[in-house]
């Protein structure tokens, strides 16, 4: 049984060239291991039904999705700065000791220590993704 990696990476990259690039790098560094993508339709339903049903969609991710993977690689923004919800993805697995990676926008891939860093706040980083009107800001 292959184990499964969560794959978290802010929404403003989903159906992107960057996303398919990584998605593409990070399964021929983990070939052993069956990538978990939260941008699936399964996913935002998910979401969508726990947010509407608990208030919190987040709670879709932390208390279905990333008990079913056995550790975690994530994508800051291109600053470094990481959004409140891949900290807190990130985080889930830090907490349980099972092993977390770091991916940058050009693919390289490192082990990572969340200990240093401080996330942006829910409303820095709703900032980075988008605009006031709803639009989807670029990464």
């Given at each position: 049984?292959l184990?499964?990696?969560?794959?978290?990476?802010?929404?403003?990259?989903?159906?992107?060239?960057?996303e398919?690039?990584?998605?593409?790098?990070?399964?021929?560094?983990?070939?052993?291991?069956?990538?978990?993508?939260?941008?699936?339709k399964?996913?935002?339903?998910g979401?969508?039904?726990?947010?509407?049903?608990?208030?919190n969609?987040m709670?879709?991710f932390?208390?279905?999705?990333?008990?079913?993977?056995?550790?975690?690689?994530?994508?800051?923004?291109?600053?470094?700065?990481?959004?409140?919800?891949v900290?807190?993805?990130a985080k889930?697995?830090?907490?349980?000791?099972?092993p977390?990676w770091v991916i940058v926008?050009d693919?390289?891939?490192?082990?990572?220590d969340?200990s240093?860093?401080?996330?942006?706040?829910?409303?820095?980083?709703?900032?980075r993704?988008?605009?006031?009107?709803g639009?989807?800001?670029?990464?």
């Amino acid at each position: 049984m292959l184990k499964r990696l969560y794959f978290g990476h802010p929404i403003n990259t989903y159906n992107t060239d960057l996303e398919s690039e990584l998605l593409r790098r990070i399964s021929r560094v983990f070939p052993d291991w069956e990538i978990e993508n939260p941008n699936q339709k399964c996913h935002q339903e998910g979401y969508a039904h726990w947010n509407k049903t608990t208030g919190n969609g987040m709670n879709y991710f932390t208390e279905r999705v990333l008990p079913s993977c056995h550790g975690g690689i994530f994508l800051p923004f291109r600053d470094g700065s990481w959004g409140t919800g891949v900290f807190k993805e990130a985080k889930f697995y830090t907490d349980k000791r099972q092993p977390i990676w770091v991916i940058v926008h050009d693919g390289n891939i490192m082990p990572f220590d969340l200990s240093a860093i401080q996330p942006l706040t829910i409303e820095e980083t709703r900032i980075r993704i988008r605009t006031a009107s709803g639009e989807t800001v670029p990464y």
